[in-house]
């Protein structure tokens, strides 16, 4: 995800971009951060490098956020725009930019947490991660690239996508709880799949579009398959 804060006060970019650092690791959201001083620096770098979402600031020296958005949308109509702004004032004109969001300062953390939580909808895939202790260092783990992982012998073995596979030592109550994401199913005690890489549930097994079987607990095949179903579904009706 790309993220531009544009506002002429280089301490509340700075305290915003804190901020923002903060929220995206708790949510395990990858993005890089890019600031700018005026609206025109902007969109200047905008023209050429899309934007994901923008935090603008409204009321800017020799500068109005609303023009900045409307220059914005000339060439981009995708991009999440949040207003930051001292007042309400100009919601009208944010409605007709077709603004995301609007943060009143001083924002709270509450605010932010709100927030992220529409963002995070609109990025359900991409951009979400889990880094995971391994012998040696840390691994990153995408979301996407996970096909399903396992519990075994006091170890935890992830099955990515590219074939290989990570091991790790945690509970698997652990390693599972940070899996914040409709897209993964518990189907027993040890082992969790990726319903994005799977073609089909059968009653008692999810087949992964790969051929590998993966059994169910007979006491959650109900619950597999609302939830397979319900996967089916949000992915049809999304954009």
Same mark, same amino acid.
């Given at each position: 995800?790309?993220?531009?804060?544009?506002?002429?006060?280089?301490?509340?970019?700075?305290?915003?971009?804190? *901020?923002?650092?903060?929220?995206?690791?708790?949510? +395990? $959201?990858?993005?890089?951060? +890019?600031?700018?001083? +005026?609206?025109?620096?902007?969109?200047?770098? @905008?023209?050429?490098?899309?934007?994901?979402?923008?935090?603008?600031?409204?009321?800017?020296?020799?500068?109005? &956020?609303?023009?900045? @958005?409307?220059?914005?949308?000339?060439?981009?109509?995708?991009?999440?725009?949040?207003?930051?702004?001292?007042?309400?004032?100009? @919601? $009208?004109?944010? /409605?007709?930019?077709?603004?995301?969001?609007?943060?009143?300062? !001083?924002? #709270?953390?509450?605010?932010?947490?709100?927030?992220?939580?529409?963002?995070?909808?609109?990025?359900?895939?991409?951009?979400?991660?889990?880094?995971?202790?391994?012998?040696? =260092?840390?691994?990153?783990?995408?979301?996407?690239?996970?096909?399903?992982?396992?519990?075994?012998?006091?170890?935890?073995?992830?099955?990515? #996508?590219?074939?290989?596979?990570?091991? #790790?030592?945690?509970? /698997?109550?652990?390693?599972?709880?940070?899996?914040?994401?409709?897209?993964?199913?518990?189907?027993?005690? &040890?082992?969790?799949?990726?319903?994005?890489?799977?073609?089909?549930?059968?009653?008692?097994?999810?087949?992964?579009?790969? =051929?590998? *079987?993966? !059994?169910?607990? *007979?006491?959650?095949?109900? @619950?597999?398959?609302?939830?397979?179903?319900?996967?089916?579904?949000?992915?049809?009706?999304? !954009?």
């Amino acid at each position: 995800m790309r993220i531009a804060i544009v506002d002429d006060i280089a301490s509340e970019r700075e305290t915003l971009k804190n *901020r923002l650092n903060i929220r995206l690791a708790r949510l +395990s $959201l990858d993005a890089t951060i +890019s600031d700018f001083d +005026s609206g025109t620096d902007f969109l200047s770098v @905008a023209e050429k490098e899309r934007f994901d979402l923008v935090f603008l600031d409204i009321y800017m020296k020799n500068e109005n &956020g609303v023009d900045t @958005a409307r220059a914005l949308r000339f060439f981009d109509t995708d991009c999440l725009l949040v207003f930051i702004t001292a007042s309400t004032d100009h @919601a $009208l004109d944010g /409605f007709r930019v077709r603004a995301f969001h609007y943060l009143v300062k !001083p924002c #709270t953390d509450a605010d932010l947490a709100a927030l992220f939580d529409e963002i995070v909808k609109h990025f359900p895939s991409k951009d979400r991660y889990i880094d995971v202790n391994v012998t040696g =260092g840390t691994v990153r783990l995408r979301f996407q690239e996970i096909l399903y992982a396992e519990h075994y012998q006091h170890q935890i073995y992830i099955y990515r #996508t590219d074939g290989r596979k990570v091991v #790790t030592r945690q509970t /698997f109550r652990e390693f599972a709880a940070n899996l914040t994401d409709g897209r993964f199913f518990l189907c027993s005690r &040890g082992l969790i799949i990726n319903l994005e890489h799977t073609g089909d549930f059968d009653g008692t097994d999810f087949v992964l579009k790969n =051929g590998k *079987r993966l !059994p169910v607990s *007979r006491d959650l095949s109900k @619950a597999a398959r609302l939830a397979f179903g319900d996967f089916l579904f949000e992915r049809r009706i999304q !954009p």
